[in-house]
């Protein structure tokens, strides 16, 4: 007799690992797009950011977190800061003070 519930569980157990492995990819090539000056400009750091999400990659639960708090509250700003050069006129970067 097979338990129809166990392959249930080991599908729905793939997909959850899948999904997390996709958000791992995302946010890190998201990290190493944007320019550094971007993370300086948002008072974040990139170095900080690659370093968390290559350690969450050793404890998913919580790099599952530290992926969706990357992608959801930290890259819109960096990213905002990354364009801004190209609504302002400024091809090569914000201006050095």
Known sequence: MTDVGTGTTVAGAAMLEFFTLFL????????????????????RSKSL????????????????GLCLWYLFLVNPGVRAQAHLDQRIGFPGGPPQY
């Open 24 to 43: 791992f990819v995302w946010a890190f090539v998201s990290v190493l797009k944007q320019p550094a000056w971007a993370y300086e400009q948002a008072n």
């Open 49 to 64: 950011w690659v370093l968390l999400l290559v350690l969450g990659l050793f404890v998913p639960c919580i790099g599952l």
